[in-house]
């Protein structure tokens, strides 16, 4: 749900037998891959306890009522059916005006709580490192020629610092504080 270019798709491909693409008319990611279009604010054209698993990764955040498409989501699953989900959570504002929300593991808990899902794995991944580097790297991106020229070998270096130990342990340390985000997996009852 949310599929755009369906990015994932290599990761998980060996592991289905069927997919089923969905996102709406005014994707930034194209659509040529998509099996319906639908407004995702609204009641999936699908029917009830049809799915093994739904994937919904980067998407809760630009929907007006999370809460809704959860509820939806779970219906269309199969008793037993899983969802996977993740979510950003120190993150810059992207594709305006549809950024709506960030996350906490409660309000997640809370989404699964209601909407008759099981959370069989809730975690934060990152850590302060993580999020220093990818605000940073955002950042970069938007400033006026020729700073990010400059700045890319400095960005390369901070990079590289996340294989050491050292920022590894902080990163862990520092990950219910700094989340990057996080990743969902719940089953319908």
């Not at 407004?39 to 998407?59: E, G, H, I, R, Y």
């Not at 409660?106 to 069989?120: D, G, P, Q, Y």
Request: include cysteine; charge should be negative; charged fraction near 20%.
């Amino acid at each position: 749900m949310g599929c755009g270019h369906v990015p994932l798709y290599q990761v998980y491909r060996d592991l289905v037998t069927d997919i089923v693409c969905v996102d709406w008319s005014n994707t930034l990611h194209g659509n040529s891959l998509l099996d319906h279009v639908v407004d995702l604010n609204k009641k999936l054209p699908l029917a009830s306890s049809t799915f093994d698993t739904v994937l919904l990764t980067d998407v809760l955040e630009h929907l007006a009522d999370p809460l809704f498409t959860m509820r939806d989501l779970a219906r269309v699953l199969r008793p037993g059916g899983k969802l996977l989900l993740g979510v950003p959570f120190f993150y810059w504002i992207h594709e305006e005006p549809h950024d709506y929300y960030r996350y906490t593991e409660f309000a997640l808990a809370r989404f699964c709580e209601l909407s008759e899902l099981k959370i069989i794995c809730l975690e934060a991944y990152g850590g302060l490192p993580e999020v220093l580097l990818d605000l940073s790297s955002k950042a970069i991106g938007t400033l006026p020629n020729p700073l990010p020229t400059i700045l890319r070998p400095l960005h390369a270096a901070a990079t590289h610092l996340n294989s050491f130990s050292p920022v590894r342990k902080l990163s862990e340390w520092t990950r219910s504080q700094f989340q990057l985000g996080y990743v969902l997996v719940a089953q319908k009852l």
